[in-house]
Protein backbone atom coordinates (compact mmCIF):
# COMPACT_ATOMS: atom_id res chain seq x y z
CA UNK A 1 0.00 0.00 0.00
CA UNK A 2 0.75 3.92 -0.30
CA UNK A 3 1.77 5.60 2.31
CA UNK A 4 -1.03 8.07 1.12
CA UNK A 5 -4.13 7.54 2.64
CA UNK A 6 -6.13 6.00 0.07
CA UNK A 7 -3.68 5.63 -2.47
CA UNK A 8 -2.18 2.11 -3.69
CA UNK A 9 1.02 1.40 -5.10
CA UNK A 10 1.26 -2.24 -7.73
CA UNK A 11 3.45 -3.45 -9.76
CA UNK A 12 3.24 -1.95 -13.65
CA UNK A 13 2.59 -5.75 -14.63
CA UNK A 14 -0.09 -6.44 -12.15
CA UNK A 15 -2.44 -3.06 -13.22
CA UNK A 16 -1.36 -3.34 -17.02
CA UNK A 17 -0.38 -5.98 -20.21
CA UNK A 18 2.77 -5.23 -21.16
CA UNK A 19 4.51 -6.49 -25.06
CA UNK A 20 7.81 -6.22 -25.18
CA UNK A 21 8.45 -5.38 -29.34
CA UNK A 22 10.42 -7.81 -31.54
CA UNK A 23 12.02 -6.33 -34.27
CA UNK A 24 11.37 -8.88 -37.82
CA UNK A 25 13.63 -9.29 -40.87
CA UNK A 26 15.08 -5.96 -42.42
CA UNK A 27 13.55 -7.44 -45.60
CA UNK A 28 9.99 -7.35 -44.50
CA UNK A 29 10.11 -2.96 -44.05
CA UNK A 30 9.55 -0.79 -47.05
CA UNK A 31 8.59 2.80 -47.30
CA UNK A 32 5.66 1.44 -49.65
CA UNK A 33 2.34 0.81 -47.78
CA UNK A 34 2.37 -3.15 -47.20
CA UNK A 35 1.26 -4.36 -43.97
CA UNK A 36 1.36 -2.64 -41.39
CA UNK A 37 3.63 0.78 -39.89
CA UNK A 38 6.29 -0.24 -37.84
CA UNK A 39 8.16 1.37 -35.14
CA UNK A 40 11.51 0.87 -34.07
CA UNK A 41 11.87 2.72 -31.38
CA UNK A 42 11.14 6.09 -30.04
CA UNK A 43 13.30 8.20 -32.72
CA UNK A 44 9.63 8.52 -34.49
CA UNK A 45 8.05 10.18 -31.18
CA UNK A 46 6.91 13.41 -31.58
CA UNK A 47 4.43 15.50 -28.83
CA UNK A 48 2.10 12.58 -28.26
CA UNK A 49 1.74 10.27 -31.30
CA UNK A 50 4.46 8.54 -33.52
CA UNK A 51 5.86 9.57 -37.59
CA UNK A 52 6.64 6.09 -38.84
CA UNK A 53 8.56 6.44 -41.84
CA UNK A 54 8.57 2.52 -42.63
CA UNK A 55 5.54 -0.68 -42.97
CA UNK A 56 6.15 -4.26 -42.22
CA UNK A 57 4.83 -6.76 -44.05
CA UNK A 58 5.65 -9.81 -41.58
CA UNK A 59 3.25 -9.39 -38.27
CA UNK A 60 5.13 -9.61 -34.90
CA UNK A 61 4.19 -7.56 -31.67
CA UNK A 62 1.41 -5.17 -32.38
CA UNK A 63 0.73 -1.96 -30.34
CA UNK A 64 -3.09 -1.40 -30.64
CA UNK A 65 -4.22 2.19 -31.47
CA UNK A 66 -4.76 3.80 -27.75
CA UNK A 67 -1.95 1.82 -26.23
CA UNK A 68 1.17 3.62 -24.54
CA UNK A 69 4.28 3.36 -26.55
CA UNK A 70 7.07 2.94 -24.24
CA UNK A 71 10.31 3.37 -25.03
CA UNK A 72 12.84 0.40 -23.31
CA UNK A 73 16.32 1.97 -25.06
CA UNK A 74 18.16 4.64 -25.07
CA UNK A 75 16.67 7.09 -24.22
CA UNK A 76 14.49 4.85 -21.85
CA UNK A 77 11.28 5.84 -20.92
CA UNK A 78 9.79 8.42 -23.42
CA UNK A 79 6.70 7.49 -24.45
CA UNK A 80 4.28 8.25 -27.46
CA UNK A 81 0.24 6.69 -27.55
CA UNK A 82 -0.91 4.53 -30.88
CA UNK A 83 -2.58 6.40 -33.21
CA UNK A 84 -3.34 2.82 -35.02
CA UNK A 85 -1.82 0.24 -34.97
CA UNK A 86 1.75 -0.58 -35.27
CA UNK A 87 4.17 -3.05 -34.85
CA UNK A 88 6.84 -2.66 -32.87
CA UNK A 89 10.32 -3.35 -32.56
CA UNK A 90 12.67 -4.36 -29.86
CA UNK A 91 13.16 -0.72 -28.83
CA UNK A 92 9.62 -0.55 -27.66
CA UNK A 93 6.83 -1.84 -25.23
CA UNK A 94 3.24 -1.53 -25.71
CA UNK A 95 0.95 -0.88 -22.49
CA UNK A 96 -2.25 -1.71 -22.22
CA UNK A 97 -5.70 -2.50 -20.45
CA UNK A 98 -4.93 -1.04 -17.68
CA UNK A 99 -6.71 -1.42 -14.80
CA UNK A 100 -6.56 2.05 -13.61
CA UNK A 101 -7.19 5.14 -15.65
CA UNK A 102 -5.00 5.07 -18.77
CA UNK A 103 -4.19 8.87 -18.94
CA UNK A 104 -3.57 9.06 -15.43
CA UNK A 105 -1.21 6.18 -15.89
CA UNK A 106 0.12 7.78 -19.02
CA UNK A 107 0.78 10.88 -17.03
CA UNK A 108 2.48 8.78 -13.95
CA UNK A 109 5.08 6.88 -16.92
CA UNK A 110 6.17 10.63 -18.12
CA UNK A 111 6.51 11.77 -14.30
CA UNK A 112 8.74 8.75 -13.99
CA UNK A 113 11.00 9.39 -17.25
CA UNK A 114 14.41 10.45 -14.76
CA UNK A 115 13.68 7.72 -12.68
CA UNK A 116 13.84 5.34 -15.33
CA UNK A 117 16.74 6.64 -17.12
CA UNK A 118 18.72 6.10 -13.88
CA UNK A 119 17.36 2.44 -13.30
CA UNK A 120 18.85 1.69 -17.17
CA UNK A 121 22.19 3.05 -16.58
CA UNK A 122 25.24 1.65 -15.55
CA UNK A 123 25.32 -0.96 -18.10
CA UNK A 124 26.80 -1.34 -21.31
CA UNK A 125 23.59 -0.66 -23.62
CA UNK A 126 20.93 1.82 -21.55
CA UNK A 127 17.80 -0.32 -21.15
CA UNK A 128 15.25 -1.43 -19.47
CA UNK A 129 14.42 -5.53 -19.62
CA UNK A 130 10.94 -6.54 -19.16
CA UNK A 131 10.96 -7.86 -16.01
CA UNK A 132 12.15 -4.83 -14.65
CA UNK A 133 9.21 -2.95 -16.20
CA UNK A 134 7.07 -5.47 -15.13
CA UNK A 135 8.00 -5.06 -11.49
CA UNK A 136 7.89 -1.29 -11.82
CA UNK A 137 6.04 0.24 -8.96
CA UNK A 138 2.89 2.81 -9.81
CA UNK A 139 1.45 4.68 -6.99
CA UNK A 140 -2.33 5.78 -7.56
CA UNK A 141 -5.61 7.01 -5.68
CA UNK A 142 -7.80 3.43 -5.31
CA UNK A 143 -10.98 6.10 -6.46
CA UNK A 144 -11.28 5.72 -9.80
CA UNK A 145 -12.98 9.45 -9.87
CA UNK A 146 -9.59 10.63 -8.79
CA UNK A 147 -7.51 8.97 -11.45
CA UNK A 148 -9.62 10.45 -14.31
CA UNK A 149 -10.16 13.90 -12.64
CA UNK A 150 -5.67 14.43 -11.71
CA UNK A 151 -5.43 12.93 -15.74
CA UNK A 152 -7.79 15.55 -16.62
CA UNK A 153 -6.37 18.32 -14.39
CA UNK A 154 -3.12 17.61 -16.11
CA UNK A 155 -4.75 17.67 -19.56
CA UNK A 156 -6.13 20.81 -19.36
CA UNK A 157 -2.80 22.34 -18.57
CA UNK A 158 -1.64 20.15 -21.62
CA UNK A 159 -4.02 21.50 -24.11
CA UNK A 160 -3.11 25.38 -22.68
CA UNK A 161 0.31 24.70 -23.33
CA UNK A 162 0.18 22.98 -27.12
CA UNK A 163 -2.45 26.18 -27.65
CA UNK A 164 0.22 29.08 -26.42
CA UNK A 165 2.56 27.22 -28.87
CA UNK A 166 0.22 27.29 -31.56
CA UNK A 167 -0.35 30.97 -30.92
CA UNK A 168 3.58 31.26 -30.51
CA UNK A 169 4.17 29.30 -34.35
CA UNK A 170 1.36 31.90 -36.01
CA UNK A 171 3.01 35.03 -34.44
CA UNK A 172 6.48 33.74 -36.09
CA UNK A 173 4.80 33.00 -39.28
CA UNK A 174 3.47 36.86 -39.42
CA UNK A 175 6.56 38.00 -38.40
CA UNK A 176 8.28 36.57 -40.91
CA UNK A 177 5.06 38.02 -44.04
CA UNK A 178 5.80 41.41 -42.07
CA UNK A 179 9.98 41.55 -42.34
CA UNK A 180 9.99 40.40 -45.59
CA UNK A 181 6.71 42.95 -46.90
CA UNK A 182 7.80 46.01 -44.55
CA UNK A 183 11.15 45.39 -45.31
CA UNK A 184 11.15 45.47 -48.88
CA UNK A 185 8.13 47.39 -49.96
CA UNK A 186 7.47 49.95 -47.15
CA UNK A 187 4.30 51.92 -46.25
CA UNK A 188 2.96 55.24 -48.04
CA UNK A 189 1.44 58.09 -46.56
CA UNK A 190 -1.57 56.47 -46.27
CA UNK A 191 -0.52 53.56 -44.03
CA UNK A 192 -0.76 51.08 -46.55
CA UNK A 193 1.55 48.69 -47.35
CA UNK A 194 3.06 49.60 -51.25
CA UNK A 195 2.52 47.37 -54.47
CA UNK A 196 3.96 47.42 -58.07
CA UNK A 197 0.05 47.50 -58.83
CA UNK A 198 -0.39 50.85 -57.35
CA UNK A 199 3.13 52.48 -56.60
CA UNK A 200 6.16 52.79 -58.83
CA UNK A 201 9.34 50.98 -57.66
CA UNK A 202 12.77 50.87 -58.73
CA UNK A 203 15.71 48.52 -59.30
CA UNK A 204 18.61 49.08 -56.22
CA UNK A 205 21.43 47.17 -54.87
CA UNK A 206 19.21 45.51 -52.31
CA UNK A 207 16.74 44.94 -55.38
CA UNK A 208 13.59 46.38 -55.93
CA UNK A 209 12.65 49.01 -53.50
CA UNK A 210 9.57 52.08 -53.70
CA UNK A 211 11.45 54.78 -55.36
CA UNK A 212 10.66 57.05 -52.22
CA UNK A 213 13.51 54.64 -50.68
CA UNK A 214 17.78 55.61 -50.83
CA UNK A 215 20.30 52.97 -50.38
CA UNK A 216 23.08 53.78 -48.72
CA UNK A 217 26.16 52.74 -46.56
CA UNK A 218 26.11 52.33 -42.96
CA UNK A 219 29.16 54.67 -42.27
CA UNK A 220 27.60 57.56 -44.22
CA UNK A 221 24.09 57.34 -41.58
CA UNK A 222 26.17 56.94 -38.72
CA UNK A 223 28.19 59.58 -36.77
CA UNK A 224 29.85 56.41 -34.95
CA UNK A 225 31.14 53.14 -35.61
CA UNK A 226 33.62 50.86 -33.50
CA UNK A 227 34.19 48.05 -31.31
CA UNK A 228 34.60 46.74 -27.81
CA UNK A 229 38.23 47.11 -26.02
CA UNK A 230 39.98 43.43 -25.56
CA UNK A 231 41.48 42.11 -22.84
CA UNK A 232 38.38 43.36 -19.86
CA UNK A 233 38.42 40.32 -18.10
CA UNK A 234 40.31 42.03 -15.37
CA UNK A 235 37.44 44.29 -14.93
CA UNK A 236 34.99 41.49 -14.81
CA UNK A 237 32.73 41.89 -11.31
CA UNK A 238 29.77 40.12 -9.45
CA UNK A 239 28.24 43.53 -9.92
CA UNK A 240 28.65 47.07 -11.80
CA UNK A 241 27.57 47.84 -15.19
CA UNK A 242 26.37 45.49 -17.97
CA UNK A 243 29.16 44.29 -20.14
CA UNK A 244 26.92 42.87 -23.61
CA UNK A 245 28.36 39.82 -25.64
CA UNK A 246 27.68 38.03 -28.30
CA UNK A 247 24.97 35.58 -25.87
CA UNK A 248 23.37 39.21 -25.12
CA UNK A 249 22.17 39.23 -28.56
CA UNK A 250 19.55 37.00 -30.37
CA UNK A 251 18.16 36.04 -33.92
CA UNK A 252 14.97 35.73 -32.71
CA UNK A 253 14.33 39.98 -32.46
CA UNK A 254 16.39 42.62 -32.37
CA UNK A 255 16.05 43.46 -28.45
CA UNK A 256 18.84 42.03 -25.77
CA UNK A 257 18.42 39.24 -23.45
CA UNK A 258 19.86 39.02 -20.05
CA UNK A 259 19.35 35.02 -19.28
CA UNK A 260 23.53 34.96 -19.42
CA UNK A 261 25.08 38.48 -17.61
CA UNK A 262 28.60 39.60 -16.72
CA UNK A 263 29.03 42.86 -15.14
CA UNK A 264 32.49 45.02 -15.66
CA UNK A 265 33.65 47.72 -13.13
CA UNK A 266 35.48 49.85 -16.02
CA UNK A 267 38.34 52.01 -16.11
CA UNK A 268 37.06 55.96 -16.14
CA UNK A 269 39.48 56.56 -19.16
CA UNK A 270 38.64 57.63 -22.95
CA UNK A 271 38.74 53.84 -23.77
CA UNK A 272 36.10 52.96 -21.16
CA UNK A 273 34.18 56.21 -23.04
CA UNK A 274 34.49 54.66 -26.22
CA UNK A 275 32.75 51.91 -25.76
CA UNK A 276 29.80 52.63 -23.41
CA UNK A 277 26.37 52.06 -24.99
CA UNK A 278 23.64 54.94 -25.61
CA UNK A 279 20.14 54.67 -26.63
CA UNK A 280 19.30 53.77 -29.71
CA UNK A 281 22.45 51.99 -30.20
CA UNK A 282 22.70 49.79 -32.96
CA UNK A 283 25.21 46.27 -31.80
CA UNK A 284 26.40 44.20 -34.59
CA UNK A 285 28.62 40.57 -33.89
CA UNK A 286 31.29 40.65 -35.88
CA UNK A 287 33.23 37.78 -34.95
CA UNK A 288 32.04 33.95 -35.06
CA UNK A 289 28.35 34.27 -35.27
CA UNK A 290 28.23 37.29 -38.13
CA UNK A 291 25.15 39.58 -38.25
CA UNK A 292 23.32 39.19 -34.49
CA UNK A 293 21.70 42.13 -34.05
CA UNK A 294 20.66 44.67 -31.11
CA UNK A 295 19.60 47.89 -30.27
CA UNK A 296 20.27 49.47 -26.99
CA UNK A 297 16.61 50.02 -25.65
CA UNK A 298 15.23 53.48 -23.59
CA UNK A 299 16.03 54.15 -20.12
CA UNK A 300 18.94 51.14 -20.57
CA UNK A 301 21.44 52.98 -18.33
CA UNK A 302 25.29 52.17 -18.37
CA UNK A 303 26.57 49.51 -20.27
CA UNK A 304 29.81 48.34 -22.43
CA UNK A 305 30.15 46.11 -25.59
CA UNK A 306 32.57 43.57 -26.08
CA UNK A 307 35.55 42.94 -28.69
CA UNK A 308 33.43 40.67 -30.44
CA UNK A 309 30.57 43.43 -31.09
CA UNK A 310 30.53 46.51 -33.20
CA UNK A 311 28.54 49.52 -32.21
CA UNK A 312 27.18 51.53 -34.11
CA UNK A 313 25.77 55.19 -33.48
CA UNK A 314 23.39 55.91 -35.78
CA UNK A 315 22.35 60.03 -37.12
CA UNK A 316 19.13 59.96 -36.08
CA UNK A 317 17.86 62.30 -38.49
CA UNK A 318 18.35 60.42 -41.08
CA UNK A 319 18.00 56.55 -39.63
CA UNK A 320 15.88 55.29 -37.11
CA UNK A 321 18.22 52.63 -35.04
CA UNK A 322 15.12 50.25 -34.64
CA UNK A 323 14.00 50.25 -38.68
CA UNK A 324 17.72 49.37 -39.29
CA UNK A 325 17.71 46.88 -37.03
CA UNK A 326 15.40 45.28 -38.58
CA UNK A 327 16.86 45.53 -41.86
CA UNK A 328 19.53 44.29 -41.22
CA UNK A 329 17.83 41.12 -39.40
CA UNK A 330 16.01 40.43 -41.94
CA UNK A 331 16.44 39.12 -45.28
CA UNK A 332 18.22 41.71 -47.57
CA UNK A 333 20.68 42.58 -44.28
CA UNK A 334 21.62 38.74 -43.63
CA UNK A 335 22.12 38.23 -47.45
CA UNK A 336 24.72 40.81 -47.01
CA UNK A 337 26.57 38.72 -44.06
CA UNK A 338 26.09 36.10 -45.66
CA UNK A 339 28.34 36.93 -48.62
CA UNK A 340 30.97 38.42 -46.19
CA UNK A 341 31.54 34.97 -44.84
CA UNK A 342 31.60 33.35 -48.34
CA UNK A 343 34.36 35.89 -49.09
CA UNK A 344 36.27 34.69 -46.10
CA UNK A 345 35.21 36.61 -43.00
CA UNK A 346 33.81 33.66 -41.03
CA UNK A 347 37.19 35.38 -38.46
CA UNK A 348 35.47 38.68 -38.23
CA UNK A 349 34.55 41.83 -39.70
CA UNK A 350 36.08 44.78 -39.32
CA UNK A 351 34.94 48.23 -38.97
CA UNK A 352 35.60 49.26 -42.50
CA UNK A 353 33.23 46.27 -43.59
CA UNK A 354 30.54 47.14 -41.26
CA UNK A 355 30.33 50.56 -42.65
CA UNK A 356 30.00 49.68 -45.99
CA UNK A 357 26.65 47.48 -45.20
CA UNK A 358 24.15 48.62 -47.32
CA UNK A 359 20.72 50.01 -45.71
CA UNK A 360 17.80 51.56 -46.76
CA UNK A 361 16.72 55.41 -46.21
CA UNK A 362 13.48 56.73 -46.28
CA UNK A 363 11.29 59.18 -43.97
CA UNK A 364 11.52 59.23 -40.31
CA UNK A 365 7.98 58.63 -40.09
CA UNK A 366 7.74 55.77 -42.44
CA UNK A 367 11.21 53.94 -40.46
CA UNK A 368 9.51 54.79 -37.20
CA UNK A 369 5.45 52.99 -38.14
CA UNK A 370 7.49 50.28 -39.51
CA UNK A 371 9.55 49.34 -36.93
CA UNK A 372 6.63 50.00 -34.49
CA UNK A 373 4.53 47.05 -36.07
CA UNK A 374 7.51 44.59 -35.97
CA UNK A 375 8.01 45.50 -32.36
CA UNK A 376 4.48 45.12 -31.17
CA UNK A 377 4.92 41.71 -33.11
CA UNK A 378 8.09 40.85 -30.91
CA UNK A 379 6.22 42.05 -27.50
CA UNK A 380 3.61 39.72 -28.83
CA UNK A 381 5.40 36.73 -29.00
CA UNK A 382 7.36 37.97 -25.71
CA UNK A 383 4.38 37.75 -23.74
CA UNK A 384 3.13 34.18 -25.21
CA UNK A 385 6.49 32.82 -24.16
CA UNK A 386 6.10 34.19 -20.62
CA UNK A 387 2.96 32.71 -20.94
CA UNK A 388 4.19 29.25 -21.62
CA UNK A 389 6.66 29.31 -19.09
CA UNK A 390 4.75 30.18 -16.25
CA UNK A 391 2.35 27.05 -17.59
CA UNK A 392 5.29 24.90 -17.71
CA UNK A 393 6.29 25.95 -14.04
CA UNK A 394 2.21 25.08 -13.09
CA UNK A 395 2.47 21.77 -15.08
CA UNK A 396 5.51 20.57 -13.40
CA UNK A 397 4.09 21.88 -9.95
CA UNK A 398 0.10 19.70 -10.32
CA UNK A 399 2.48 16.56 -12.10
CA UNK A 400 4.68 16.91 -8.49
CA UNK A 401 1.93 17.04 -6.45
CA UNK A 402 -0.68 15.84 -7.57
CA UNK A 403 0.93 12.03 -9.04
CA UNK A 404 2.37 11.29 -5.68
CA UNK A 405 -0.83 12.33 -3.25
CA UNK A 406 1.22 16.05 -1.52
CA UNK A 407 -2.20 17.52 -3.28
CA UNK A 408 -5.46 15.40 -3.62
CA UNK A 409 -8.08 15.96 -5.46
CA UNK A 410 -11.80 16.25 -3.98
CA UNK A 411 -14.77 15.01 -5.86
CA UNK A 412 -18.26 16.63 -4.58
CA UNK A 413 -20.75 14.41 -4.04
CA UNK A 414 -23.05 16.59 -5.58
CA UNK A 415 -21.09 16.10 -9.07
CA UNK A 416 -21.14 19.35 -9.85
CA UNK A 417 -17.27 19.43 -9.67
CA UNK A 418 -13.87 19.21 -8.11
CA UNK A 419 -11.57 21.14 -6.33
CA UNK A 420 -7.46 20.36 -5.44
Same mark, same amino acid.
Given at each position: ?????? $?????????????????????????????????????????????????????????????????? =?????????????? /???????? /????????????????????????????????? /???????????????? =???????????????????????????????????????????????????????????????? =????? $????????????????? =???????????????????????????????????????????????????????????????????????????????????????????????????????????????????????????? /???????????????????????????????????????????????????????????????????
Amino acid at each position: MSAVEG $WKTESLGRIANITMGQSPDSKYYSEEKNGLPFLQGCAEFTSRFPKHALYCSQTKKIANSGEILFSV =RAPVGKINIADCDY /IIGRGLAA /ISRAEIDHVYLEYYLKYEEPRFRNASQGSTFEA /INSSELSKWLIEYPIS =RAEQTKIAEILSTVDRAIEQTEALIAKQQRIKTGLMQDLLTRGIDEHGNLRSELTHKFKDSPLG =RIPVE $WEVDELGKVAAFVTSGS =RNWAQYYSTEGTLFIRIGNLTRDHINLRFEDIVYVVPPRTAEGNRTSVSTGDLLISITADLGIIGVIPENFGEGYVNQHIALVRLTKERSNPRFIGWFLSGHSGQTQFAKLNESGAKAGLNLPT /IKKLLVPVTNPIEQATIAEILDANTNRVTALYAKLKKLHAIKSALTRDLLTGKKRVIIWKSNIGTKI
